[in-house]
């Protein structure tokens, strides 16, 4: 099926002007794919003639479909009792010294059903999809043991490549295996046996996760799988992960507040993008920033993402942390758009076909109530989504 999607203001995100905008665009879908990308006037005759479908979207503005490249969406529970604890007082630290935290979501997570722990994630994803989101990434973490694991990475795929009935075609990104605490070696062991579920491998590096040396055990057996890896690296403390991240040739370091100048310099060299996570900086009420400007002038890729997590970010709106992505840590408005599209297809190794409307790639776009691009960081608390394509099929919303 050949179907034109035409009068339409494009943010391609392609190239190097403001945007990549296209006035008067025009998507050329065959498939699960966009065979033509270009203002309408230059839609060659032959293409032309090859049409089935057409929808005028009478110059409404149309961007990449949103990627959320790093959260945990798959989990029992929720902890709105920790966050209380936190306004009375206590550290996120603390209450993770002392068996609360992360291992209450553990216990939480290993209590519920397959069943239970698809459906609360459908549901949060169903949120994300209606703002445009068309490609997550889930990390698994919540296990720590090689069967719950197993059994999140099950549940993630599913809601990868078994969309429930009226909700087609929803594509999950990698996932991260993804460790934490002192239990590396058990981690590793589960990626070992189920490397079909794990695209990636990441782990939580910090004084209350992993050392840097069992990240660094932990990233030589993603190595030997032919995985790739990225790092929850130097969000309360600067445990220089970014650079042993680097080492390996990581995708992506995240969170990144205290990163260094050294992990800066490693990350450039390496390539790696740099995801920011607004929600965990706002939620955890942190005041230290990332270094925007040194990032910027190494060259270093920025992406953003929700880091959808019961602990430290229950945020389930992109459009929020774009927003946010500019109040709280100053990057333009175009700046946070490429991240959460094509720097964020970057941070999961997907950047030949997904972040930006080119020719061959998939064809994963979202069409907007809005007049400008850099409305979607400027607006918030407000959905101006009105259709997304995700795969060359639309998205149906109730
Ligand atoms: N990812 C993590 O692993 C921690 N923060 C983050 O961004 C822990 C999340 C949690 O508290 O459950
Ligand atoms: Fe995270």
């Known amino acids: 099926m050949t179907i034109l999607w035409r009068n339409a203001r494009l943010a391609t995100m392609a190239g190097t002007s403001p945007y990549g905008l296209i006035e008067r665009g025009a998507l050329l879908v065959d498939g699960d794919a966009l065979d033509w990308v270009g203002p309408e006037s230059a839609l ?8 089935e479908e057409e929808h005028d979207l009478g110059g409404a503005l ?10 945990h969406l798959v989990y029992g529970g929720q902890r709105a009792r920790e966050f209380e604890l936190r306004l009375n007082g206590a550290s996120y630290e603390e209450i993770a010294r002392a068996g609360g935290g992360i291992r209450s979501t553990v216990a939480a997570t290993r209590a519920a059903s397959d069943d239970a722990l698809y459906l609360a994630a459908a549901q949060r994803l169903a949120t994300l999809e209606r703002e445009g989101v068309t490609t997550i990434e889930i990390k698994s973490g919540y296990g720590l043991t090689r069967d719950d694991e197993a059994r999140m990475l099950r549940v993630a795929r599913r809601l990868g490549e078994q969309p429930s009935p009226g909700r087609p075609k929803t594509v999950a990104g990698p996932l991260g295996g993804r460790a934490r605490s002192d239990r590396g070696p058990t981690f590793t062991r589960a990626a070992t046996v189920r490397t079909t579920l794990v695209d990636a491998v990441d782990a939580f590096c910090e004084r209350i996760g992993f050392t840097p040396a069992q990240t660094r055990r932990v990233f030589a057996a993603a ?11 130097e969000q309360l403390s600067d445990q220089h992960g970014a ?21 800066v310099q490693a990350m450039a060299a390496a390539g790696s993008v740099a995801v920011l996570l ?11 920033l990332p270094p925007v400007q040194a990032l ?28 946010m992505a500019c109040t ?13 599209t094509q720097h964020a297809a970057r941070a999961l190794g997907l950047a030949s076909t997904r972040g930006t409307l080119e020719t061959a790639k998939r064809a ?15 607006w918030f608390g407000h959905n101006p989504c009105r259709r997304v394509v995700c795969g060359g099929v639309e998205v149906a919303h109730e």
Do not use: Q
């Not at 190595?223 to 690296?233: C, M």
């Not at 709280?328 to 959460?340: D, Q």
């Open 296 to 323: 910027r002038d190494a060259g270093v890729p920025i992406a953003i993402a929700s880091d959808h997590n019961p602990g430290s970010s229950p945020a389930l709106s992109l459009l929020l942390m774009i927003n």
């Open 223 to 233: 190595r030997e799988l032919h995985l790739p890896v990225k790092l929850h690296a």
């Open 328 to 340: 709280l840590f100053r990057l333009t408005p175009e700046e946070a758009l490429r991240g959460v």
């Open 44 to 51: 060659p005759r032959a293409l032309a003639k090859m049409v």
């Open 62 to 71: 149309v961007t990449p479909g949103l990627i959320d490249c790093h959260t």
């Open 364 to 378: 994963d776009f979202a069409v907007w109530a809005l007049e400008h691009p850099n409305e979607l960081a400027y």
């Open 278 to 288: 607004p929600g965990a900086y706002y939620f955890l009420r942190e005041t230290r």
């Open 243 to 263: 650079a042993l991240a680097a080492e390996f040739g990581a995708l992506s370091c995240d969170h990144l507040e205290y990163l260094g100048d050294d992990g």
